[in-house]
Structures are given as structure tokens and as C-alpha cells.
């Protein structure tokens, strides 16, 4: 019970219902009851099968509202046309179903109260109605019975009568019809109408031409009956057509009829002048006085008598004003001057009209202008101004020049030429225009040409058209950076501060722009960073304290730095060249002399003549120069004179006599300046 529905009484084992059971959701329940002796461990269990009988709470339903079925309106009766189907949920005689016709529009059909099916129960030919809704009921065989709602839940059956084809069309339409030789083509000659009595496709009618129009002189529109002309009659060629027409309904099988259509052509007075040619062509010359003969039009007209006397006239169009027609004769004249720039060709229409009745025919005339050299070329501007690169290729198109000359053939033939110092750099071509460099260019000699170009056509005595050129030369990265010297000398004290400003260089270029723009920086030589250099002004300054001492130690040329500089344009690709700096380090006295050892140790014999050498003293001093030159003196120790001191060599020599009894030690104090 793992719902819970029932309950059992611990004590004597009754069991009860917890909640209300449903037949249709669970119709058997089996229950497991365990019973247990007082505190023993030992139980038994036994199964319990509960049937739930079932009660009529469910009335029939049907599973849809409403259905459609067609049927043919010469169904036999017996026939059976539709099954109506409802569910239950119960069972027993409570889901049994009995099936009835609640509503009905007519008596035609009958149902079978148990299987649903409905029959109809004669033929329904007679009634002339297209459908019947019958509304279907069911109910159950319980006690009491439920039954489906006539509003709610009942079955809204339309069945719906198929036509048959057993009709053929009949023509309402009358058989003769009237139509006049001059109607024009797509004219309204008849209107045929066929009538079938039969439904939807059955009834439909269509129309067609089965013989009667083998030259294809009528267009039958076959859904609305509509007989049109498909080309010119002429009642003198066909006085009379006799159509068979055929009306065809869609059944199937198609069913038909037929009808002779006989139509007279009416005749009316169709002949018209006609012109002795349909094309006349002449040519007039521009700029003459207005009443020039032009040509002569004639025509002519097979009716006789009145019928035959013509008139002549142009009708309007493009120009039309500027002549005039004798309407007796056909005598075509200007009335103006013409210009053949303004207009070149007239095509005017000629009129050939009859008097009575009012009957004409027109023929073309082609008038041509003839040309006069009376316009000069004309550029499309006054001033051109371009830029080209200067690295172009010689011969190549810098701009194709175009001047318009009004005039025609030969006097409207335009030739091109320059005027002006092009300095040989640019050329026209004659016939295209088309100006294009003759050598190589180069900005840096020459940035800009203005010079003139012109146009003329074959006139000797018309004036010429010129319009000014300025070409600018764009410059190209064909320069690199030059400096003003390939070599630099330059020093410096030792000592100084970083940052101090050692010497300017300068490097010019002859390009513009970024292509002429100069960067500085140190190509090789400063390699432990002891110089920095303005990229943009070109001043080279020390970067760190200089020392002449410690230059010297290293360098092969004592205190001295050479330096590669770099000028760089900022062009693409940039250009560059070189320059080398020589920085001598100028010494500062800022080191005192040092003896090569701070005591000197002399052995002599007392015996030594006088003016021997003793010994020789050194110093060394790391400046350069005056700094460097050392003078030696003997500052004590020498009080009776003794010994002689060089003050260039610090050789010392003997200048008495020496007694070892007297004295057998000198300290001598000599000092280094």
C-alpha cells in the first residue's frame, strides 16, 4: 500500500479505507498483512486481494468535436459513410456505448447504436442540398446511464454531397456577330457564354476554337469567352468567318458542345495614300538663309475623284518649326537658319492626307546637316594642376588632356600640341593628348613645370584653345642625408660634467618632408655609452666624467675616442651615410708626480773621484704635456753641498771629496715638481 489508501486495527486486524479508491486508476489492490505474538521475533504474513468495483462516474467521450466526410450524391441506400467512436472510461456494462443521432437536418441516415456506423438510408439525389450536419450522442449501459452532452460532447458530423459531371454546357450566347474592317487588333468582336448546370469543377466551362480561324485571324480567350482580333482585317480579302466553337466543362469525363459563330466584316473606305517612297534623304548645308529648298515628297491614292485629292503636311516633332511644307505641291522648305551643332539630324514625318474621307499615310524624311568649321576646340578646364613622383619611368602617362570641338569630321578633328619651356622633361601626343614625361625627373633640381597646352582643328582662321598645366614633382626618398664633413675633430676637458656639450655636426638632405627629415645617433666607437647625441640637432656631448689618465692607459692613440656617427632620413626605406669624430681628451694637471720608489738606497766608496755618477733618480707623472714634465730638487740633507742634482734627469753626481771618517751618511730629501 505504498499510497496509503487503507488502514488496518493492530489489535483485531480490521482493515478500512483512508481514502476514496478509483476502479479506472487501480482496479485490483493486493496487500501483504504481517502479525506478530506479542515480543516473539517470530511473525507470519498473508496476502490480501481487494477488487474495487467498478461505478458508472465516467460518461462517454468522444476523442474529437467534429469530423467531415464527402460522399457522392448517387450513393445507394445502405451505403455507410461514417463510423462515429467514443471511449469509456469504465468497464462492464458501464463502458458499454449505444450511439444515436441527437440532431439531424434530414431523415436520409440512420446509425447503429452499438458499432457507430451511419448509413444512409435512401439516395439524397432529390434534395438538391450540398451538406448535412448530423450531431452524434453516446451513452452507456449503466445504472443510471451517462450520455455525452448535446452542447459539449457530441459529435458534429458534416457530411458533405459530391457533384457528378452528368450535365454538358449549353451556349446562350448568339451565333452571329457584326465587326468593321478597321478595328484594330485586340478589338471586343464577340462574347460567347456557355451555361452548365453542374457544381464546382463540373460546371466549369471553357471555351475553344475547334475550326474556322486557320489564318489566326481571331484570339479566343478560352475562361472568359472573350473573341478578339489577332491581326488587321480587311473585308475586301475575307468578307465572312465562320468559327465552330466547342464549351467544355472540367468533369470527368469532360462533357461539351458546339456552335457555328458566324461573323460579317462590315466594309469601310480603307484605301489611303500612299507616298512614292517610304524614306526620303537629302542633306542641307548649316548657316544658310532661311527659305533653302530642302527635296520634294509625292504620293498617291488608288480611290478616284474626291477621294483622291491630297494635301501635304510634317507633323510636329523634334525641329519640325524650322521647315515648312507646301500642302499643294510637297515642296519642303527651311524656315530658319540651322546650326548643325545644335541639331544634326531631323527626322521629320511627312503627312499625305485624302479630303473625304479624312484618310492620310506618312513616310519618313532624313535630313542631314552638313558641317561648317565655325566652332574651336575648348578644353574642359582652363588650369590643370597635378603631382607626379618624381621616380617615374621615362615615358610615362601623367594625364590624358581632352578638348571637345563641335564641329564634325575633319573640322572636328582635334590635335594636341605644347607651347611654353617644358625644360624637355614632357610631350603631347597629337592625337590622344596624352601628356607623358620624356626624361627622368628629379624634384630636387626642379619641383615644379607650368607650361601651356594646346588645341586646334584644321581651321586656319578660327583661334586655337589653350589651357595652363602645372605639374608638381612629388618627392621620392632618393637622397640620403650628407654630412657637411666625412671627418670631425673635436676635445674636451677631462673632468668635466656629463652632459656638456662636446660639438654640433650637420647633415643636409636634399629630399622633403619626412624623406628629408635627419636623425642622428652613434654608429659604432661608444660602446661603454660615453657619449650621447642629440637625434634631432646633431650635438654630440659626453655622457659620463672623462679621464684623460684612464684613456690613455687603454686607447692606442693616448686619450682619444673616434666615433662613427649615423645620419638617418625618415623615408621609406630610409636612407643613411657616415661620419667619423675623433675626441681628443684634454689633459688637466690633476696628478702629482710619483718616484718610482719612495727611497733610494747608496752604497760609495769614500774614494770615488770627484764628479762621479751617484745615482739617478725617477718620477712619474700620468699627466700629459707641460702637466707632465717633471723638475727634480734636493730640498735637505745636501748642506755642504756634496752632490749636484739635474733637475731634467734627477741624476745625482758627486761634487767633493767624500771622508767616511767625517760623515758616513747623507740623507738627501729630493723633491718631484
Not at 675626441?583 to 738606497?601: A, G, K, M, Q
Request: charge should be negative; aromatic fraction near 6%; charged fraction near 20%.
Amino acid at each position: 500500500d505504498p499510497h496509503g489508501r487503507f488502514s488496518i486495527d493492530p489489535q483485531f486486524g480490521i482493515i478500512r479505507t483512508k481514502t476514496q479508491l478509483d476502479h479506472e486508476t487501480q482496479s485490483v489492490v493486493v496487500l501483504t498483512v504481517q502479525s506478530q505474538l506479542g515480543d516473539s521475533p517470530v511473525y507470519s504474513s498473508t496476502q490480501v486481494n481487494i477488487s474495487v468495483i467498478d461505478i458508472n462516474d465516467n460518461p462517454p467521450v468522444f476523442l474529437t468535436q467534429s469530423d467531415r466526410v464527402t460522399i457522392s450524391h448517387t450513393q445507394p441506400p445502405g451505403t455507410a459513410v461514417y463510423i462515429a467512436h467514443a471511449e469509456d472510461k469504465d468497464s462492464g456494462l458501464n463502458g458499454a456505448i449505444k450511439y444515436s443521432i441527437a440532431s439531424k437536418q434530414s431523415n436520409a441516415f440512420s446509425i447503429d447504436p452499438s458499432l457507430g456506423v451511419i448509413n444512409l438510408t435512401r439516395t439524397v439525389f432529390a434534395d438538391k442540398q450540398h451538406a448535412y450536419t448530423l450531431h452524434i450522442a453516446a451513452e452507456d449501459s449503466g445504472i443510471p446511464p451517462l450520455t455525452s452532452s448535446l452542447m459539449l460532447d457530441s459529435l458534429a458530423a458534416k457530411i458533405v454531397i459530391l457533384d457528378i459531371n452528368d450535365n454538358s454546357p449549353s451556349f446562350t450566347s448568339s451565333p452571329l456577330s457584326y465587326v468593321m474592317e478597321d478595328v484594330e487588333v485586340g478589338f471586343l468582336v464577340h462574347r460567347i457564354i456557355a451555361k452548365d448546370p453542374d457544381e464546382g469543377r463540373n460546371g466549369q466551362v471553357t471555351y475553344h476554337i475547334l475550326s474556322g480561324n486557320e489564318n489566326k485571324a481571331f484570339i479566343l480567350d478560352k475562361i472568359t469567352g472573350l473573341l478578339t482580333t489577332a491581326q488587321l482585317l480587311d473585308r475586301e480579302i475575307q468578307n465572312c468567318y465562320n468559327l465552330t466553337l466547342m464549351a467544355l466543362d472540367d468533369g470527368s469525363p469532360a462533357l461539351f458542345a458546339t456552335q457555328v459563330l458566324t461573323i460579317v466584316v462590315l466594309d469601310v473606305n480603307d484605301e489611303a495614300p500612299m507616298f512614292l517612297k517610304q524614306l526620303y534623304e537629302t542633306a542641307i548645308r548649316e548657316n544658310q538663309d532661311p527659305g533653302e529648298f530642302v527635296l520634294k515628297v509625292e504620293a498617291v491614292d488608288r480611290d478616284a475623284g474626291l477621294n483622291s485629292l491630297l494635301r501635304y503636311e510634317i507633323l510636329p516633332g523634334t525641329g519640325y518649326e524650322k521647315f515648312k511644307m507646301n500642302p499643294d505641291s510637297g515642296v519642303l522648305l527651311t524656315t530658319a537658319s540651322l546650326d548643325r551643332e545644335t541639331q544634326e539630324v531631323f527626322r521629320i514625318k511627312g503627312n499625305s492626307v485624302k479630303y473625304l474621307p479624312s484618310r492620310s499615310s506618312t513616310a519618313q524624311l532624313y535630313l542631314t546637316v552638313l558641317d561648317e568649321n565655325d566652332h574651336n576646340p575648348i578644353f574642359a578646364k582652363t588650369k590643370y594642376q597635378i603631382s607626379v613622383r618624381e621616380d617615374l619611368e621615362e615615358g610615362s602617362a601623367i594625364l590624358d588632356l581632352f578638348a571637345s570641338d563641335k564641329d564634325d569630321g575633319l573640322n572636328g578633328e582635334v590635335m594636341y600640341s605644347l607651347i611654353d619651356d617644358t625644360f624637355g622633361a614632357f610631350a603631347i601626343d597629337s592625337v590622344t593628348g596624352s601628356i607623358v614625361t620624356t626624361k627622368a625627373l628629379d624634384r630636387e633640381t626642379k619641383s615644379q613645370y607650368t607650361f601651356r597646352a594646346v588645341a586646334s582643328d584644321c581651321s586656319t582662321h578660327l583661334p586655337r584653345s589653350t589651357t595652363v598645366m602645372t605639374i608638381l614633382i612629388q618627392d621620392v626618398n632618393d637622397n640620403a642625408p650628407k654630412f657637411e664633413q666625412s671627418y670631425y675633430k673635436a676635445s674636451v676637458w677631462e673632468g668635466q660634467s656629463p652632459k656638456t656639450d662636446i660639438i654640433q655636426i650637420f647633415a643636409t638632405d636634399l629630399d622633403s618632408g619626412l624623406n628629408g627629415e635627419t636623425e642622428y645617433s652613434v654608429l659604432s666607437g661608444n660602446e661603454n655609452a660615453t657619449f650621447v647625441i642629440d637625434s634631432a640637432r646633431g650635438i654630440l656631448a659626453t655622457n659620463t666624467v672623462l679621464d684623460h689618465e684612464n684613456a690613455s692607459s687603454y686607447r692606442e692613440m693616448a686619450s682619444s675616442h673616434r666615433l662613427v656617427l649615423l645620419a638617418s632620413d625618415r623615408g621609406t626605406p630610409s636612407l643613411n651615410s657616415t661620419a667619423t669624430v675623433l675626441i681628443t681628451v684634454l689633459d688637466v694637471n690633476d696628478n702629482s708626480p710619483v718616484f718610482s720608489s719612495p727611497e733610494y738606497h747608496i752604497h760609495v766608496k769614500e774614494s770615488i773621484p770627484v764628479g762621479s755618477h751617484v745615482t739617478e733618480v725617477s718620477a712619474n707623472d700620468c699627466d700629459a704635456g707641460a702637466n707632465a714634465e717633471i723638475t727634480y730638487a734636493i730640498i735637505s740633507g745636501n748642506d755642504r753641498g756634496h752632490f749636484h742634482l739635474d733637475e731634467k734627469t734627477g741624476s745625482v753626481d758627486l761634487m767633493k771629496t767624500l771622508d767616511y771618517e767625517d760623515t758616513m751618511k747623507f740623507i738627501l730629501i729630493i723633491q718631484a715638481t
